[in-house]
C-alpha cells in the first residue's frame, strides 16, 4: 500500500528565506504531482512530475523528483506573502492495470509566510 | 470556460437518507476522480474512473457508489449517508489518468446529522 508523508505539516517563513517541502513515499511510483490549496478554496495543480531527476520551476517554485530515494521536493525562494497557502503532494500507484489511476496524497504542509 | 462543476455546493442532510454529489467537466476529458478532505488527513482518493464504464476503487470507498455512464459526468452516489462522511468533497478530472494535471471542481460541503 503507497503511503505519502509531507514534512514539515506546517511552516512558518520569514518574507525573503528560501525552504524546502520534503515528501516521501513508501512503494515505487513514477508519477508525484504537487498541488496548492488556498483557504476556502479548492486545489490548484502545479507540478506534474514524471521521472526521475525531473525538475520543474514556475516563479518561486522549484519541484523535484528521486524515484530511487523516493523522493519529492518543494523549494521556495525568496518566500513572498503571496505564496502562502496549503501546499499538498500526491503520488500515483505503480502496480499496473487501471491502478495507475489511483493517487494517494500526503497530509499536506501549511505554508505561512510573514513579512 | 474549461471547468469542472459539482451541485449542490453545500448540503446538509441526516442518517440514512440516499443522496448524490453531481461532478461534470467540460474538456472532454478521459479520467475522472472523487476525494475526500478531513482535517489532518489530506485528501483520500474515493473512486476513480480511467473512461466511461471503466470505474475502480480508491482508498476509501466504503459507503459511496459511483457511476460513469457518459465521458462528461461522473456522479457521487451515497445510498446511506452516515455522519462519519461528514466531509469537504472534490471532484477532479485529467486529460487522461497518465502525466496529465488533474482539475478541481470547487468543492461540496456534506454534513450528515
Known amino acids: 500500500e503507497l503511503k505519502v508523508e509531507q514534512n514539515p505539516l506546517f511552516l512558518s517563513m520569514q518574507e525573503g528565506k528560501n525552504y524546502t517541502i520534503y515528501c516521501n513515499y513508501s512503494t515505487t511510483s513514477d508519477r508525484l504531482y504537487w498541488y496548492r490549496q488556498d483557504p476556502g478554496k479548492s486545489l490548484e495543480s502545479l507540478f506534474v512530475l514524471l521521472s526521475n531527476g525531473a525538475v520543474k520551476q514556475e516563479g518561486r517554485l522549484m519541484a523535484s523528483l528521486d524515484t530511487k530515494a523516493r523522493l519529492s521536493t518543494l523549494h521556495i525562494t525568496a518566500a513572498v506573502h503571496d505564496l502562502s497557502a496549503t501546499y499538498f503532494c500526491a503520488a500515483a500507484d505503480n502496480a499496473g492495470g487501471t491502478s495507475y489511476g489511483k493517487l494517494t ?3 499536506g504542509t501549511i505554508l505561512t509566510v510573514h513579512p | 470556460e474549461a471547468q469542472v462543476t459539482q451541485n449542490p455546493r453545500y448540503l446538509i442532510t441526516v442518517t440514512g437518507k440516499k443522496l448524490t454529489v453531481t ?11 472523487w476525494y475526500r478532505q478531513d482535517p489532518g488527513l489530506g485528501l483520500r482518493q474515493i473512486y476513480y474512473s480511467m473512461n466511461v464504464e471503466v470505474t475502480d ?3 476509501v470507498p466504503e459507503g459511496y457508489k459511483v457511476s460513469r455512464k457518459e465521458k462528461r459526468n461522473f456522479p457521487l452516489i451515497l445510498e446511506s449517508p452516515s455522519p462519519n462522511q461528514t466531509s469537504l468533497y472534490f471532484c477532479a478530472s485529467s486529460l487522461q489518468a497518465y502525466s496529465y494535471e488533474q482539475y478541481f471542481g470547487p468543492g461540496t460541503r456534506l454534513t450528515v446529522t
Not at chain 2, 23 to 33: L, V
Request: hydrophobic fraction near 20%; proline fraction near 0%.
Open chain 1, 105 to 107: 496524497f500526503g497530509q
Open chain 2, 23 to 33: 461532478c461534470s467537466q467540460n474538456m472532454n476529458h478521459e479520467y475522472m476522480s
Open chain 2, 57 to 59: 476503487k480508491g482508498d
